[in-house]
């Protein structure tokens, strides 16, 4: 667990971020757990790091979206994104954290050219959230 520790730890936190939030596996909650419990950084640095991570990774999906043709977006949970997206509009993508579903809002965030700017504010604000209740929690700060 060495590559996980001292200088390199924010950079392995940010790296899972980023992943998990791809349409690639990443495990960036286990990670966060792990450098609340085993490293001296504090709560705020911490979800700062996986917060940018997780929403570039976000981000990420939103840009793949804007070039994926209209026909080709046919999938079982793009259609479900894309129906909650054009039912709620921006305020779906504070879900873009849940497993399963939140990859598939932001590429259809991206395919219905959503503007940038609220897709950028709304992805960090729910993952931000998310990051943040699991350190209080984990901390023994909340519940």
Not at 26 to 50: C, F, M
């Amino acid at each position: 667990m060495d590559w996980i520790s001292g200088d390199s730890a924010l950079w392995v936190l940010f790296s899972t971020g980023f992943l998990s939030a791809t349409l690639l596996p990443g495990g960036s909650e286990a990670n966060l757990i792990y450098l609340l419990k085993q490293s001296d950084y504090g709560i705020a640095i911490l979800v700062i790091v996986a917060t940018l991570g997780n929403t570039l990774g976000g981000m990420t999906n939103y840009w793949i979206g804007r070039f994926i043709p209209a026909r080709t977006l046919n999938q079982k949970h793009g259609q479900r994104a894309i129906s909650w997206l054009q039912r709620y509009g921006y305020w779906t993508l504070l879900l873009s954290w849940l497993p399963i579903i939140g990859d598939p809002l932001c590429l259809a965030a991206g395919w219905l050219r959503l503007k940038k700017r609220w897709c950028w504010i709304l992805i960090a604000i729910g993952k931000a959230l998310r990051y943040l209740i699991l350190a209080l929690v984990t901390r023994g700060l909340l519940f």
